[in-house]
């Protein structure tokens, strides 16, 4: 390699990891964020007819994502993985700019964000659909796991990253949580034109438009069921019978079977399922899936932890808990930062099997630890605990994405990039359905008798008691998450708290009485959630044992036309 080509690498890692750390603050900045924002365009976002607005802001970006990585991965197989990378600086940019600028208030306000979310998330998809595939195009395969270690944990520490630059930035003003990344992306925007340079020979196809639509349109009705699914419906608490959300998990699925046999007919597929014949490919994707599932369920669940439950019981006003959650989950964060480039280094000499597999395990086993202690814990344990988490899905994410872009044809590598993009994303979105359903089922068992019998206790009229209730405890747990009063939220409606003693009212809106009314029903729940997140990491370390020895695909960068098979060499 020549000096010229061996500086540019460092550009590409540099510019790459920039880019991927853009994107993923930008997918949780705002979930730190929401109470300042739906505050400064003057809507409840739990008012029966807001819940909506909420869920879009919070997860309209990461679905998004989901549904375009793949074939804005292709497109960049296609027309120059560069030039769709530089254009997503410049649109994810522009979103950014926009969301800050926000003229409306109401619900007219919320639709503006989510509009623009929705414009940066198909920026945000355009940068992490290429820059895996630009690093690998960049790197020589013996120092691709450093390359990628370093780009994909950037990229997944900066989503709790963007918990406390969300906390700290709403505290000023919510604007600052979108203007903040405007500068960077402007300097990242130009930097990326100004260096970045094609590498990659262009596959020279044509646009496999009803792959492309059959993709979007199933998993775009999966991921919208899964979203509205954790509502309440019709009286049930949670929203899986609603003919809607049934119409788009069949209609979903439906269309992504369809998706598949158009794929195997076409001349000129956006995806090669082929590609899922190579054991490294298929085995790397599938514990991709499990762990962004089990990764992304923890985040939420250790937020409400900390913001209904332990922060409030050690003192800290219910307003404030949003800020110091992402304080308190910097362990978390520091995991990554240690173990990833690390892991990868190391993958690059003894291959990704033994990282990503013990990095899985050791994950299930902090889940084990957060299993056992108790509610209201001692935070040393807590966050060794979830530093040790971090360490362990360190461990395991830059060996394990570096083994999928290894594995694939160079000319499939945007598409390749742009699945393993798409099931981390998608588990992500898929985590919130699944752990928040499995929570409200946890709650519903005892948290209506809890919470009435509480009340009554307290001078709360009995028929108000009962119908608190036996409200939806999704609402509970969105109060929490969001950083609001819960026993005030609940009371507000019918005015009941301006009649009690004050005395009882005190109590009731206090630091303890919520905590430590919820704090046995919420264990409960947490069982199930932690049970499946240990279940999952289990499945992920198996999966990474069956991926083999190290493989390294060889081949001239072209698009393959005769089935895909392991044609490469293979290592330790």
Same mark, same amino acid.
């Given at each position: 390699?020549?000096?010229?080509?061996?500086?540019?690498k460092?550009?590409?890692?540099?510019?790459?990891?920039?880019?991927?750390?853009?994107?993923?603050?930008?997918?949780?900045?705002?979930?730190?964020?929401?109470?300042?924002i739906f505050?400064?365009?003057?809507?409840?976002?739990l008012?029966?007819?807001? =819940?909506?607005?909420?869920?879009?802001?919070?997860?309209?970006?990461?679905?998004?994502?989901?549904?375009?990585?793949?074939?804005?991965?292709?497109?960049?197989?296609?027309?120059?993985?560069?030039?769709?990378?530089?254009?997503?600086?410049?649109?994810?940019?522009?979103?950014?700019?926009?969301?800050?600028?926000?003229?409306?208030?109401?619900?007219?306000?919320?639709?503006?964000?989510?509009?623009?979310?929705?414009?940066q998330?198909?920026?945000?998809?355009?940068?992490?659909?290429?820059?895996?595939?630009?690093l690998?195009?960049?790197?020589p395969?013996?120092?691709?796991?450093?390359?990628?270690?370093?780009?994909?944990?950037?990229?997944?520490?900066?989503?709790?990253?963007?918990?406390?630059?969300g906390?700290?930035?709403?505290?000023?003003?919510?604007?600052?949580?979108?203007?903040?990344?405007?500068?960077?992306?402007i300097?990242g925007?130009i930097?990326?034109?100004?260096?970045?340079?094609?590498?990659?020979?262009?596959?020279?196809?044509?646009?496999?438009?009803?792959?492309?639509?059959?993709?979007? =349109?199933?998993?775009?009705?999966?991921?919208?069921?899964?979203?509205?699914?954790i509502?309440?419906?019709?009286?049930?608490?949670q929203?899986?019978?609603n003919?809607?959300?049934?119409?788009?998990?069949?209609?979903g699925?439906?269309?992504?079977?369809?998706?598949?046999?158009?794929?195997?007919?076409?001349?000129?597929?956006?995806?090669?399922?082929g590609?899922?014949?190579?054991?490294?490919?298929?085995?790397?994707?599938?514990?991709?899936?499990?762990?962004?599932?089990?990764?992304?369920?923890?985040?939420?669940?250790?937020?409400?932890w900390?913001?209904?439950?332990?922060?409030?019981?050690?003192?800290?006003?219910?307003?404030?808990?949003?800020?110091?959650?992402?304080?308190?989950?910097l362990?978390?964060?520091?995991?990554?930062?240690?173990?990833?480039?690390v892991?990868?280094?190391l993958?690059?000499?003894?291959?990704?099997?033994v990282?990503?597999?013990?990095?899985?395990?050791?994950?299930?086993?902090?889940?084990?630890?957060?299993?056992?202690?108790p509610?209201?814990?001692?935070?040393?344990?807590?966050?060794?605990?979830?530093?040790?988490?971090?360490?362990?899905?360190?461990?395991?994410?830059?060996?394990?994405?570096?083994?999928?872009?290894?594995?694939v044809?160079?000319?499939?590598?945007?598409?390749?990039?742009?699945?393993?993009?798409?099931f981390?994303?998608?588990?992500?979105?898929?985590?919130?359905?699944?752990?928040?359903?499995?929570?409200?089922?946890?709650?519903?068992?005892?948290?209506?008798?809890?919470?009435?019998?509480?009340?009554?206790?307290?001078?709360?009229?009995?028929?108000?008691?009962?119908? =608190?209730?036996?409200?939806?405890?999704?609402?509970?747990l969105?109060?929490?998450?969001?950083?609001?009063?819960?026993i005030?939220?609940?009371?507000?409606?019918?005015g009941?708290?301006?009649?009690?003693?004050?005395?009882?009212?005190?109590?009731?809106?206090?630091?303890?009485?919520?905590?430590?009314?919820?704090?046995?029903?919420?264990?409960?729940?947490?069982?199930? =959630?932690?049970g499946?997140a240990?279940v999952?990491s289990?499945?992920?370390?198996?999966?990474?044992?069956l991926?083999?020895?190290?493989?390294?695909?060889?081949?001239?960068?072209?698009?393959?036309?005769?089935?895909?098979?392991?044609?490469?060499?293979?290592?330790?």
């Open positions: 390699m020549d000096d010229h080509a061996g500086r540019y460092w550009v590409a890692l540099s510019n790459t990891t920039l880019g991927m750390l853009l994107a993923m603050i930008n997918s949780s900045i705002v979930i730190i964020s929401l109470p300042a505050r400064g365009i003057r809507l409840n976002p008012e029966p007819g807001n =819940v909506s607005y909420l869920l879009w802001v919070l997860m309209g970006y990461m679905l998004v994502v989901a549904v375009l990585v793949v074939t804005l991965g292709r497109l960049g197989d296609m027309v120059g993985r560069v030039k769709i990378y530089n254009a997503g600086f410049a649109v994810f940019t522009a979103g950014t700019i926009l969301l800050a600028l926000d003229p409306f208030t109401g619900g007219g306000g919320a639709v503006w964000l989510i509009v623009w979310r929705v414009v998330g198909v920026g945000g998809a355009m940068l992490m659909a290429n820059a895996a595939a630009i690998t195009d960049a790197f395969s013996n120092q691709r796991g450093m390359a990628m270690g370093t780009n994909q944990v950037a990229g997944i520490a900066g989503s709790f990253l963007g918990l406390v630059a906390g700290l930035l709403s505290e000023v003003n919510w604007r600052l949580t979108f203007f903040v990344s405007a500068p960077i992306g300097i925007t930097w990326a034109y100004r260096s970045l340079r094609e590498t990659s020979v262009r596959s020279a196809v044509r646009l496999d438009w009803l792959g492309n639509i059959t993709f979007a =349109v199933g998993l775009t009705a999966l991921l919208a069921a899964i979203t509205y699914g509502q309440p419906y019709g009286g049930h608490a929203g899986w019978t003919p809607w959300v049934l119409a788009g998990l069949i209609g699925v439906v269309t992504l079977i369809a998706f598949c046999v158009v794929e195997s007919r076409v001349a000129e597929p956006m995806f090669h399922l590609l899922f014949r190579i054991r490294a490919f298929a085995t790397g994707n599938a514990a991709g899936l499990l762990t962004a599932v089990a990764r992304g369920g923890m985040q939420f669940m250790l937020i409400i900390l913001q209904g439950i332990w922060l409030p019981l050690h003192g800290y006003d219910f307003e404030a808990t949003p800020l110091w959650a992402g304080i308190y989950l362990p978390l964060t520091l995991g990554f930062l240690a173990a990833g480039p892991s990868g280094w993958s690059d000499r003894h291959g990704a099997r990282f990503a597999s013990g990095g899985a395990m050791l994950a299930a086993l902090s889940f084990l630890g957060l299993l056992l202690i509610t209201d814990f001692g935070y040393g344990w807590f966050a060794l605990l979830i530093f040790l988490n971090g360490v362990g899905f360190g461990l395991f994410q830059a060996p394990n994405a570096t083994a999928i872009m290894n594995s044809p160079a000319g499939q590598r945007g598409a390749a990039g742009g699945m393993a993009a798409t981390m994303n998608a588990g992500m979105v898929l985590s919130i359905g699944v752990f928040f359903s499995l929570m409200v089922a946890g709650l519903s068992n005892s948290l209506p008798r809890t919470l009435t019998g509480g009340l009554t206790s307290h001078g709360v009229p009995p028929d108000v008691a009962q119908q =608190v209730g036996s409200l939806p405890p999704v609402g509970t969105f109060a929490a998450f969001l950083g609001y009063n819960p005030q939220n609940l009371l507000r409606p019918s009941t708290l301006d009649r009690l003693p004050a005395a009882d009212a005190h109590e009731l809106t206090g630091h303890r009485y919520f905590p430590e009314l919820i704090s046995g029903p919420f264990h409960q729940g947490l069982v199930i =959630v932690f499946l240990i999952m289990l499945a992920a370390a198996l999966a990474s044992v991926r083999g020895r190290q493989f390294i695909h060889q081949d001239e960068p072209q698009v393959p036309t005769a089935p895909l098979s392991e044609a490469g060499r293979t290592t330790g």
